[in-house]
């Protein structure tokens, strides 16, 4: 799997610690050699927006057109009370997915509150 990089996640990397840096590695090392398989982190596409979001169809609508998914990176650390795969973190990777041969990293950050990349993120 090839990895890609919008321009706002290169800027955001390097401000992110060593251990956060380390992990967007790892994640990305395990991508490139086994692809989405056997990742200990949940991920999943981003259209699960709260029933009670004031825009949560157009917010569903974006994560759609946008191929959005996340992956929870394991930072600060994963809540392991789940099955390997589906553990979860406070911090998430977003991501586009429009093949199955590469993806592009286009932000990360804490939730909750989940938000959902804005359209300069993706470039």
């Given at each position: ?94 991501y586009t997915n429009k ?25």
């Amino acid at each position: 799997m090839k990895i890609y990089y919008s321009q706002s996640f290169l800027v955001k990397i390097k401000s992110l610690t060593n251990t956060e840096q380390k992990l967007i590695g790892d994640f990305v090392t395990s991508l490139q050699k086994n692809g989405f398989t056997g990742l200990p982190g949940r991920n999943k596409a981003s259209t699960g927006v709260s029933k009670n979001h004031a825009n949560r169809i157009k917010l569903i609508q974006f994560a759609i057109a946008n191929c959005l998914y996340h992956y929870h990176i394991g930072y600060k650390s994963y809540d392991t009370s789940k099955k390997f795969g589906d553990w979860t973190s406070e911090y998430v990777v977003h991501y586009t997915n429009k093949d199955n041969d590469s993806i592009k990293l286009v932000a990360y950050g804490a939730h909750p509150p989940f938000k959902l990349p804005k359209n300069a993120d993706l470039v």
